[in-house]
């Protein structure tokens, strides 16, 4: 029996034919023509025999080292199984911050326009009102105007008439007094008119 290197855990066909039982460094070449033969396999046995410890003890370190294996994947997929639910729930997360964000940018835009629609209205408002007023206020003149022009005619060229009781005119002044006494009470209903308009535009 020698102690070559292990080639095989079966038997093969060495270089001169005869068969070789190859197990953990020992090589036995079984020679059935030697006498030798039945010591050589009791050796061969007993060999074999010492090394089954450390073959169970190899096996079991396998094992635990696949055991071990087995719990640190079993503890990655876990983990790689919570990382993809917190990405999820980033995505989600995200998705309702986008949505939030493109509602908040929408209602600015819709206060800005309505903001912008407010302005213009009181602008329109203001400026209506303002020309209104331009306009009372020009036939408001208009009206102490022609007061003002009938109260200086009926001074400098009325004489009131005690008998009758009536202020008397030259020629047509009877007429002009009551043309310009017209022309005020139809600018004063004229201001009127609008006036009331404008209240009740208001209400």
Do not use: C
Request: glycine residues 6%; hydrophobic residues 35%; negative net charge.
């Amino acid at each position: 029996m020698q102690g070559n290197k292990v080639q095989a855990m079966w038997p093969n066909r060495g270089e001169d034919g005869k068969e070789v039982v190859a197990w953990s460094g020992f090589d036995y070449r079984e020679n059935n023509d030697s006498p030798a033969s039945a010591a050589a396999d009791a050796r061969f046995i007993a060999a074999a025999r010492n090394l089954v410890p450390a073959l169970r003890a190899a096996l079991t370190a396998a094992e635990a080292e696949r055991d071990a294996l087995e719990i640190s994947l079993d503890a990655a997929n876990t983990a790689i199984g919570n990382m993809s639910i917190e990405l999820s729930d980033m995505r989600v997360a995200n998705g309702r911050l986008t949505a939030r964000v493109a509602t908040l940018t929408e209602m600015r835009d819709q206060s800005q326009r309505d903001y912008g629609d407010a302005v213009s209205r009181m602008e329109d408002m203001l400026s209506r009102a303002e020309k209104d007023e331009v306009r009372a206020e020009a036939l408001r003149e208009a009206v102490a105007y022609v007061s003002r022009r009938r109260e200086t005619y009926h001074q400098e060229h009325g004489s009131y008439d005690y008998t009758t009781g009536v202020t008397e005119y030259p020629g047509t002044g009877d007429e002009y007094v009551a043309e310009l006494e017209e022309i005020e009470e139809g600018i004063t209903d004229l201001i009127n008119q609008r006036s009331k308009a404008q209240e009740g535009g208001d209400a």
